[in-house]
């Protein structure tokens, strides 16, 4: 099992920033990936940015060149810095985490991102 734990999520006008962090817990040893995605109602739930165990990352087309992930050392905590924020970036915010020889997910509660106009 892993535990994920979201924070950082807000209020920011279009054009700030924010920083995400996911704290997970549990079997992180066993972990192969994390990421972020995001959901608005009535919407799927979408890719933001995902990051592999090897280091390499993957970006949502609609991210690209704003939203950087990064994770720490341990690997048990992953960041999503969010750069020039629009408007059509609010969203409920999930970390996820990709687990085993089976590549189980994991979900986090959410955090909620508002950016206005």
């Known amino acids: 099992q892993v535990q994920l734990v979201e924070s950082g999520g807000g209020l920011v006008q279009a054009g700030g920033s924010l920083r995400l962090s996911c704290a997970a817990s549990g079997r992180i040893f066993s972990i192969n990936s994390m990421g972020w995605y995001r959901q608005v109602p009535g919407k799927q739930r979408e890719l933001v940015a995902t990051i592999i165990s090897g280091g390499s990352t993957n970006y949502g087309d609609s991210v690209k060149g704003r939203f950087t992930i990064s994770r720490d050392g341990a690997q048990s905590t992953v960041y999503l810095q969010m750069n020039s924020l629009k408007p059509e970036d609010t969203a409920v915010y999930y970390c996820?985490?990709?687990?085993?020889?089976?590549?189980?997910?994991?979900w986090g509660q959410g955090t909620q991102v508002t950016v206005s106009s």
């Open positions: 996820n985490a990709r687990s085993g020889v089976s590549w189980i997910n994991y």
